[in-house]
């Protein structure tokens, strides 16, 4: 081997290891410059600061982190730690790695029918969240993620261009499960996944957060894997009062669980944040009559006008939402005496009415009141203190129908001649599930003329007097503790009678309270029978005899009960041997 040839070699062996060192340290940039840019990408979406580098590793190493509340995918809401999302895919991904939880781990059980309601309507099946499981070293072959430093909540908006479906479905489940959890404060996130874009009310959302609120299609323009440091997903359905005929016709929820303090609580918030004052001090006193523009028109509604300002001696104004701004018409209605409108979702706004206000609701011919309540059901919550009034269109000369209109605008056309007949004829509409029924739809969307007269007579049956606000301590009902200090004692007369002595002392909470009724109830059952003896009392103490017999062992629970309908828990069973 000559000198050249090796000195050749020598040089060859040089060059590559330059030109390797070369490469890799062009790969180091491009993985530096890529990581500055999806770094950027992250603080453009958000002012938290982020490690780029450090969340990469964490989400290689850690995976996806799920913890849940809730038994079924109906009341379940999630907390994720690295919980990522490719926009291109549309699907939630969740990352698995040997330090990966998800609890629960249902397994397959997961898709039956979801992981999770993402609205608060419960289990409609255009509701439901799901992800799909990828081991986290699937991302060395994925688009590099851009992570989302803020606490995010996930939800879906149920309708956001109705505004019943708005405050109901949305605001205030949104509101409360940001109550839930101390992390989801004002500077967390939300995003919609709905895919519905803002709608009408968008300025609503944002007041819940100090950040915006992100759609689902603005989610694509910050990359094509989003991985969100820390979510919460779903919402809570605690303060839902109604359900709207999906499976059964609609009507209130079967267990409320919401009071009107809880949403008072809510609006009080809402108003802060529209810089809307409560203006209690408010010597003029007023009644609003809520106007529809488009359609279910009052075709008399300057009479009517007329027609409340006389008879009640009170200033009338109307509020659309067409023509006025939404902290306009929170701003009247919070101070008003009454709130008149045709039934519409424009009626959710009764919950900024005063304590002590009245709310009337007008509907049109065939539409029986009884069969659509959810303003009735929120008026009548308990601490809504709002007194309701319904009235209802009898006559068939006093409406205006729309036969030839849409179908989604109640026409019929559409319709054999047979059904439209039948419409038209129909003193009622039957009860029905939502969302498309022809007959409802027909009447829904008909135009009234208001019988002053009838309406007047309806509301003097409940307003006796001037409306108006009242001021009214908090009016919560308080339930009684356990009785304290249970006792028996038995006596036996020979060998047939018997005798047993109960005795208790009272709740502790009722020596703070002032209470108009107090009772005890006390149930009495020997032991091994399936039947007991109960008994209502006055006292704290009472010799039974009745059905007591000697040598014989009594079980005795014993509970409180405030003005008849409050009733205490009962305190641990007694065991009383005569």
């Known amino acids: 081997m000559n000198i050249a040839a090796v000195f050749n070699a020598l040089l060859v062996s040089v060059l590559a290891a330059v030109l390797w060192k070369y490469i890799k340290l062009r790969e180091h940039v491009f993985m530096v410059e890529e990581e500055l840019v999806l770094t950027r990408q992250s603080q453009e979406l958000s002012q938290v600061q982020i490690d780029y580098h450090a969340a990469l590793q964490t989400l290689l190493e850690d995976g996806t982190r799920m913890v849940c509340t809730g038994r079924m995918h109906t009341d379940r809401i999630c907390r994720f730690e690295s919980l990522c999302y490719s926009t291109e895919a549309e699907e939630f991904v969740y990352f698995h790695s040997n330090s990966s939880v998800m609890l629960p781990n249902l397994g397959s059980r997961r898709f039956q029918p979801a992981l999770l309601d993402l609205s608060s309507v419960e289990d409609h099946n255009t509701q439901y969240f799901n992800f799909v499981e990828l081991p986290a070293a699937a991302l060395k072959f994925m688009p590099k993620p851009v992570f989302v430093p803020d606490v995010a909540l996930i939800s879906n908006r149920f309708n956001p261009d109705n505004l019943m479906h708005v405050f109901h479905d949305d605001l205030l489940p949104i509101y409360y499960t940001m109550q839930q959890f101390s992390d989801l404060d004002l500077e967390a996130r ?4 709905e895919g519905w874009s803002e709608g009408a009310h968008f300025d609503l959302y944002k007041l819940l957060s100090n950040k915006q609120p992100l759609l689902r299609e ?10 969100f440091t820390k979510a919460y997903v779903g919402l809570s359905k605690i303060t839902t009062w109604y359900q709207y005929g999906f499976v059964q016709p609609q009507g209130p929820k079967a267990n409320i669980l919401v009071s009107g303090n809880e949403i008072r609580q809510f609006t009080k918030f809402m108003m802060q944040k529209l810089n809307v004052s409560l203006e209690e001090s408010s010597s003029e006193e007023y009644i609003v009559v809520f106007s529809r523009t488009i359609n279910r028109l009052i075709l008399n509604e300057a009479e009517l006008i007329l027609a409340l300002a006389q008879e009640f001696q009170m200033k009338t104004i109307t509020v659309s939402l067409e023509e006025h701004s939404f902290s306009d018409i929170v701003r009247l209605i919070s101070n008003a005496s009454m709130l008149v409108s045709m039934h519409g979702a424009q009626l959710v706004m009764s919950l900024f009415l005063p304590r002590g206000a009245t709310v009337v609701e007008l509907f049109p011919y065939a539409i029986n009141p009884e069969h659509y309540t959810p303003y009735k059901t929120l008026a009548t919550l308990p601490g809504m203190d709002l007194q309701y009034i319904a009235w209802q269109n009898t006559d068939r000369d006093d409406t205006v129908t729309y036969p030839d209109r849409p179908w989604d605008q109640g026409g019929i056309a559409h319709l054999d001649k047979a059904e439209q007949e039948r419409i038209i004829k129909s003193t009622e509409v039957p009860r029905h599930l939502c969302c498309r029924n022809p007959e ?16 007047i007579h309806v509301i003097r049956q409940t307003v006796k007097s001037k409306p108006g606000p009242k001021k009214q301590k908090w009016s ?10 249970a006792k028996c004692q038995a006596s036996v007369q020979g060998t047939s009678e018997a005798k047993l002595a109960v005795s208790w002392q009272i709740p502790w909470n009722l020596r703070y309270l002032k209470v108009r009724e107090v009772k005890y109830e006390v149930w009495i059952q020997e032991q091994g029978e399936n039947t007991y003896m109960p008994y209502i009392l006055s006292h704290q103490n009472h010799t039974f005899s009745e059905n007591i017999k000697p040598f014989t062992i009594y079980l005795v629970w014993i509970r409180c009960i405030f003005n008849k309908s409050l009733l205490g828990p009962f305190a641990d069973v007694l065991l009383c041997s005569t």
Do not use: E, H
């Open 190 to 193: 939300l995003f919609f996944m």
């Open 218 to 227: 603005q989610l694509k323009t910050l990359g094509r894997l989003l991985c």
């Open 440 to 455: 409802w739809l027909f009447r829904a969307y008909q135009d009234t003329k208001v019988n002053i007269p009838s309406l």
């Open 476 to 485: 919560g009902s308080l339930y009684p503790g356990k009785v304290r200090d």
